[in-house]
């Protein structure tokens, strides 16, 4: 049974992002959290250790718990739908945390970045891009408003699809937008846990400054087609020519 809309799929085409907040059990919410706890370098029953603390990544991809919010729900399902059923290569997501500033000064991010660039401190080889089709943002904690949410530029995806058909994948030095395309008004993820942001791969986006209580525990799964080595270098005119699910 299809777990989108037509309506959702134009969302998702017009504007490179959807929002779900319906996808994960209770249970599998709770055991995420618990494996990233066990991994942190603070108390859980005292918020004071909580501001700058580490690490960002406390636990691998490859913890059950992890893993199971993307491979043992709908959230896989739901990006095939996207791309197309059959055509992902499965994976669990990688937590990827905010902590606490202990501040109230906030400000949201100028500017965004399309994932798989090479920077120093990246760990992605220099001189590739690590392309993938779509990506997931799972909340694994309540995340309010200036809270360290997901940030993304609605609709970018449109203009970078026109951009790489005359440019180079390693045009952008780093994936940073700033000088490439006309950034409209960003919007900040925020929901309960358990929200899930489904997002198009060439989607700017970054995260934002947390001057909220809780730590944002986002776990982000980059999800890529079986055949992306055929792929890698096309442009087509049309955009979703490799999104047979909405296309």
């Not at 408003?145 to 940030?151: E, N």
């Not at 999800?223 to 087509?236: A, H, V, Y």
Request: hydrophobic share 35%; with cysteine.
């Amino acid at each position: 049974m299809p777990h989108l809309s037509c309506a959702d799929k134009a969302f998702f085409k017009e504007n490179g992002y959807l929002i779900r907040q319906d996808l994960l059990t209770q249970e599998q919410i709770d055991n995420a959290r618990d494996a990233i706890w066990e991994g942190l370098e603070a108390d859980r029953s005292n918020p004071a250790t909580w501001i700058g603390a580490g690490p960002r990544v406390p636990v691998p991809s490859s913890h059950p718990a992890i893993r199971a919010t993307v491979m043992e729900s709908p959230v896989f399902s739901i990006a095939e739908e996207l791309v197309g059923e059959g055509q992902l290569n499965p994976g669990g997501p990688g937590p990827n945390l905010v902590f606490p500033f202990g501040e109230q000064d906030w400000s949201g991010p100028s500017h965004g970045h399309l994932d798989g660039y090479y920077t120093p401190t990246n760990g992605v080889p220099e001189g590739t891009v690590g392309l993938f089709h779509v990506g997931t943002t799972i909340y694994v904690e309540d995340i309010k408003p200036q809270g360290g949410g997901f940030t993304l530029w609605p609709g970018v995806h449109r203009q970078a699809a026109e951009y790489f058909k005359t440019h180079s994948f390693l045009s952008i030095q780093g994936g940073t937008s700033r000088e490439v395309f006309d950034l409209p008004e960003p919007l900040e993820v925020t929901g309960p846990a358990g929200t899930v942001c489904f997002w198009h791969g060439q989607m700017v986006h970054s995260g934002s400054r947390n001057c909220a209580r809780n730590i944002r525990m986002a776990l982000i799964a980059r999800l890529s087609r079986k055949d992306l080595n055929d792929i890698r270098f096309e442009t087509p005119d049309d955009m979703w020519q490799y999104w047979e699910g909405i296309n």
